[in-house]
């Protein structure tokens, strides 16, 4: 532990920015049950009334690590229990002990015996499993002949059991990192510190596990026929005699076999291929890229939401520690829905995994979706103040990743007036219609049906479910359907939200699957600089104010993962002499510095929240404002700095204004 938080600090006094984006990583995946879900630990663990009081509340993280700190917890005790929830959930634990600065361990491994490999139940697969102990927890890169099979958290493959499989060479990569671009990057990164390590596992022997040839196997298939084929013929070559009607048979049936095995190739093994694809085909990504857009607070003829923001940035955590670069914005106007879509589709190259979620409020009309933005003017919109969806891939048609998710969570009933309207506007999308493959469409709910939000829960229907399944290691097709299923279990929704897919994906492609840019070096890397511009925060501002003798600090910290939100505080410390900057002494302020407040004061293209004070003791008593809305600043930020005393709150003693430079997405325009 480091920067003023030791391993003894009571949860409920972490500084405010490490509080609160411990808070939101608790929130995301509804992280906090799971912590607090242990009946055998008194300390941890909530009454069935008071998680259903969390739950109602807008920011149960919050509230939980508070309650925690009432009983005494510290940051200790809170970074064991992760760790052992670690063993059984994975990656999702990780990223509070990051915030938390957990020491970074290199990946060792856990037994001697680096690759176990047992008999699956039925006898025709093999389970190898490699099990490796580090922080962040360790990933897994299996490998056939050099190829990658599978990558991820799952320490396990399964692999048919046959003399083929048994023939090739299989072994392991272990690896753990520190993600660039977050919080918490800068802490592990400095100074030469490592942040990643990786252990490459012996070849495992498959030698003794070999049996008769599997059924399930298109090649165990294929040999045991040539071998039929061969016998036959061979036989009567030998004795010069033999029934040339069979040996005619079993020409014709090795052909026909030869026929049957390219249908197995091509038209039978075409069905039986899709169920092992797994095991014989290496699907890859060149980048993964995401575009996430929530709208909640709408035009004042509209009702306002209440859990999109929540959907959106627990989508965004997620899909981030599955390596995607995710783009997350908040309540966007039309144009502003239309610029940052235009954006996005320059980072849809060849062989890139993209991702499009959008949730807010939207329509059907003709079979086509619209998407709402926060401007449209109430029910009496019309096409051209809507995002068509025909719009959306009319934008994407030049460009083709290997797989384009587009995740829609919007009502699908048609609510404006006049029909006629959109069904002429999207008839020119029709005459010029171009499909594109690998497209996954996942609709929250069917076509003249609503989606819905259920009242004290954090998410709405459709993440709810979507956030428990999309971590397992399955193609994205599986993962719908089951998504889709346990919403169908789900009693209260289940006969008013019925969930769609749609998709002419061919391959079992998922979120899960490793990058491999070779070839495209140059475009990944332009995707890297391009994604880490809009998600750094600008350095902290110092102004003097030389006649009142203080010196007033600005700095901005995340709010989740958003791109066009930050919070922003302002606190006011002491003139410090070179003699002080000499020592590096971080002494308190003194009673004349805690005298004043500084209030911040920016453009009114921002929405800005009322300020909160927080208290430090290092840094005194600082002001904070969640800015949102930064994709309307097309330039650097600046801001008017109001010191104000406290004994006259009213009476403004000095202004100055600062330039703060680029504020996260305002990066987009700078060039």
């Not at 259903?52 to 809170?78: C, I, M, S, W």
């Not at 045991?224 to 016998?231: A, V």
């Not at 998710?405 to 005459?431: G, H, M, N, V, W």
Request: glycine share 6%; proline share 4%.
């Amino acid at each position: 532990m480091s920067d003023g938080v030791a391993l003894s600090t009571n949860l409920s006094e972490l500084p405010y920015g490490l509080f609160h984006s411990l808070s939101l990583s608790l929130e995301s995946g509804s992280l906090w049950r799971l912590i607090c879900n242990d009946l055998d630990d008194t300390v941890f663990c909530l009454s069935q009334n008071d998680i259903e009081r969390f739950q109602k509340l807008n920011d149960p993280g919050a509230q939980y690590l508070r309650y925690l700190g009432n009983r005494g917890l510290t940051v200790e005790k809170l970074l064991k229990r992760l760790h052992t929830l670690a063993k059984c959930h994975g990656p999702i634990m990780d990223r509070p002990q990051l915030l938390l600065h957990r020491k970074f361990c290199p990946v060792i491994w856990s037994r001697k015996e680096q690759i176990r490999v047992s008999i699956v139940a039925d006898g025709t697969q093999l389970k190898l499993e490699c099990k490796a102990n580090g922080f962040p927890v360790p990933r897994y890169e299996w490998r056939e002949n050099e190829r990658v099979m599978a990558c991820g958290s799952v320490a396990i493959l399964i692999i048919l059991r046959c003399p083929c499989t048994a023939r090739n060479v299989f072994n392991c990569r272990v690896y753990n990192f520190i993600e660039d671009g977050q919080a918490f990057s800068e802490f592990y990164k400095a100074h030469g510190k490592t942040s990643e390590s990786e252990l490459i596992s012996d070849i495992v022997d498959l030698s003794n596990f070999v049996s008769a040839p599997n059924p399930n196997c298109q090649q165990c298939n294929l040999n045991d026929l040539d071998r039929i084929y061969n016998k036959l013929v061979n036989g009567i070559n030998n004795d010069g005699r033999g029934d040339l009607a069979i040996a005619s048979a079993a020409a014709a049936a090795a052909a026909s076999s030869s026929s049957a095995a390219a249908a197995a190739a091509a038209g039978t093994a075409d069905d039986e291929m899709l169920d092992t694809m797994d095991c014989t085909t290496v699907v890859t990504a060149s980048d993964k890229v995401a575009l996430i857009i929530s709208n909640r607070t709408y035009h004042p003829n509209m009702s306002n939401l209440i859990t999109p923001h929540c959907d959106a940035e627990t989508l965004a955590e997620i899909l981030q520690s599955l390596k995607f670069k995710t783009v997350t914005l908040g309540d966007l106007k039309l144009e502003e829905m239309r610029f940052i879509i235009k954006e996005y589709r320059k980072l849809l190259g060849e062989g890139v995994y993209a991702v499009f979620y959008f949730v807010g409020h939207g329509f059907e009309a003709n079979g086509q979706c619209y998407l709402l933005p926060t401007d449209a003017p109430g029910h009496t919109y019309g096409p051209q103040h809507c995002i068509s969806m025909d719009w959306v891939l009319s934008i994407f048609s030049d460009y083709n990743p290997a797989l384009n998710l587009i995740l829609l969570d919007i009502c699908r009933k048609f609510l404006p007036s006049d029909l006629d309207l959109f069904t002429q506007y999207a008839e020119q999308y029709r005459k010029n219609a171009k499909v594109n493959r690998n497209t996954v469409y996942g609709y929250a709910t069917s076509g003249g049906v609503g989606a819905y939000e259920i009242k004290g829960e954090t998410n709405g229907v459709f993440m709810k479910y979507f956030k428990n399944r999309i971590l397992n290691q399955q193609p994205i097709l599986d993962i719908l359907n089951r998504v889709f299923r346990d919403i169908e279990k789900d009693k209260k929704v289940r006969d008013v939200q019925i969930p769609e897919l749609r998709s002419n994906l061919t391959k079992p492609r998922s979120l899960y699957d490793p990058f491999v840019v070779d070839g495209h070096t140059n475009s990944f890397e332009n995707h890297t600089i391009h994604w880490r511009l809009m998600h750094e925060l600008p350095n902290p501002v110092k102004l003097k104010f030389i006649e009142e003798k203080v010196t007033v600090t600005i700095w901005f910290d995340f709010c989740g993962h958003f791109t066009n939100k930050a919070y922003a505080f302002s606190s006011v410390g002491d003139i410090r002499t070179a003699e002080d900057e000499d020592n590096c002494d971080d002494n308190p302020p003194s009673e004349h510095a805690q005298s004043f407040q500084a209030y911040l004061k920016f453009p009114p293209a921002l929405d800005v929240s009322n300020p909160k004070t927080y208290c430090d003791d290092e840094e005194g008593e600082s002001l904070c404002l969640l800015v949102s809305n930064l994709q309307r600043i097309k330039d650097e930020v600046t801001c008017i700095v109001e010191l104000r005393a406290k004994s006259d709150i009213e009476t403004i003693v000095a202004t100055k204004q600062a330039m703060i430079g680029h504020v996260l997405i305002t990066r987009l325009f700078a060039n």
